[in-house]
């Protein structure tokens, strides 16, 4: 069954401890927690203090993207917070089997993320070791950008690399995801959607919720 992972991003913050609350509420199945830091994408989110904050409200994992330069040096940190998976960057991290390999160390679930033009490629001898790939559909930095088509190939020919290498990683997919397109984006292989406007919309978290699971 795909899982549901609505991004906090596109709630309203002023409101986010209550959002939380509703997402678990509506049948989300896990927190999908963006962290840009301006330097590795033009934008700066939240961090630390706020994802401490909402931990203690929902008991949904807590997948945090870290959409930052030189991830490695605040796994620590985010763990703390209550990370349950950590995601980092191929583009953004030299050492990436380390940096891989520490964050499972430190018990939690472990994630690479590839910009849209990044191949899959790229990860044919690391994918044994990773619990999560997160495919970018769209230029990574803002919400509400129109999905990139070319992902949907690029979801296939990761769920084919995964089947030959007798892998059980996830295929995560984020970006322009809505109900006019998540039926074709589960049928290329993703395991988890994110979506963050297609949730938020018009503030009927819930309504939207079951629309995005009943259009699967």
Known sequence: MVKI????????FSQ????????EQGGAD??????MDGNFVPNISLGFPVIKSIRGLTKLDFDVHLMIAEPSKYIDEFVKAGADFITVHYEAETHLDR????????GVKAGVALNPATPVSQLKYILPSLD??????????FGGQKYIGYSTEKIRELKTLIDELGCNTLIEVDGG????????????????????????????IEKNITQLKGAI
């Open 99 to 106: 940096t891989i390999n520490y964050i499972k160390g430190l």
């Open 132 to 141: 999560m790939v997160l495919i970018m559909s769209v230029n990574p930095g």
């Open 30 to 35: 896990l927190l999908h927690i963006d962290v």
């Open 16 to 23: 986010l401890g209550k959002h939380v609350k509703r997402l």
């Open 177 to 204: 995801i809505d109900k006019s397109n998540i039926k074709t984006i589960k049928e290329a292989g993703a395991d988890i959607i994110v979506a963050g406007s297609a949730v938020f919309k018009d503030d009927e």
């Open 5 to 12: 992972a609505p991004s906090i991003l596109s709630a309203d």
